[in-house]
Nanobody
């Protein structure tokens, strides 16, 4: 199983960016895919998650209303549309896949597969 994260870069505060997590090498029908992020000196934190089937979406309070997670069925990927970005959104963003449930989907320990991370830097 491989997860390939891409789409990071430098963006001005208030701008938009779209991240992509392409999955391959396995069957993901029972999996949930999530985005986590980690800023320098801080712990990895949950951002958003979606079932591979496309439902049951969850967001961290800090991104709710600004970020949108979705499935790209044609490309076998999970997208994270980031709008109205803030300096606090600066971090390395990682996608992960796991057989999580409602009570564990925000905990990185319950994800089995991880992408390599893509850096998002928000300039003020």
């Amino acid at each position: 199983v491989q997860l390939q994260a891409s789409g990071g870069g430098l963006v001005q505060a208030g701008g938009s960016l779209e991240l992509s997590c392409a999955a391959s090498g396995g069957t993901f029908s029972n999996y949930r895919v999530a985005w986590f992020r980690q800023a320098p000196g801080k712990e990895r934190e949950f951002v958003a998650a979606i079932r591979w089937s496309g439902g049951n979406i969850a967001y961290a309070d800090s991104v709710k209303g600004r970020f949108t997670i979705s499935r790209d069925y044609g490309k076998g990927a999970v997208l994270l549309q980031m709008n109205r970005v803030k300096s606090d959104d600066t971090a390395a963003y990682y996608c992960a896949a796991g057989r999580t449930i409602e009570t564990t989907l925000r905990n990185s320990r319950y994800y089995d597969y991880w992408g390599q991370g893509t850096q998002v830097t928000v300039s003020s």
